[in-house]
């Protein structure tokens, strides 16, 4: 009996370790650089107290010169990889309408009314992430959580 209760233990403790270590799921992640290829979990850059993940070292090599240049995208990433949150709508910082989510960029993201989430789909490309994920947008509407 005593060695069930140890054996489940030691169990739960292997299981919280491996949740950590297995950190951050890449696989709705897409390279901001490239923006099409899928980003791996071998080719990352610190970035924004986070991790961005590109598609190959060209990618990683581009992104670290100019991050500025890939911020939307890399942004976008960051929610993708649930490594930030949403707090409140990117176009309006008003409060979240969980009927309005749409994907950006392999990211969910949520408004605060049917008339944002049309102006966001109204949006095609580059427009439509810069709207939803550029600088302004994720300081207002983001947070990178803490590790
Ligand atoms: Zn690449
Ligand atoms: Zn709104």
């Known amino acids: ?61 581009a992104f670290s010169k100019d991050p500025a240049k890939f911020a939307a995208r890399a942004n976008a990433q960051l929610v993708a990889t649930k490594q930030a949150k949403q707090k409140c709508c990117p176009l309006t910082g008003g409060k979240l309408n969980g009927s309005t989510v749409i994907t950006v960029a392999g990211a969910k993201v949520c408004f605060c009314c049917n008339n944002c989430k049309g102006k966001a789909e109204g949006k095609k490309g580059d427009a439509q992430v810069d709207l939803v994920f550029g600088k302004k947008a994720f300081k207002k509407a983001f947070k990178v959580s803490e590790k």
Do not use: E, W
């Open 1 to 61: 009996m005593l060695r069930r209760i140890f054996l489940s233990l030691a169990m739960v403790s292997l299981l919280s370790v491996s949740a950590n270590a297995a950190d951050i799921d890449v696989s709705n992640a897409k390279c901001p650089v490239s923006k099409t290829k899928p980003a791996v979990a071998g080719q990352s850059v610190d970035y924004n107290g986070a991790k961005v993940f590109l598609c190959c070292g060209n990618c990683k090599k």
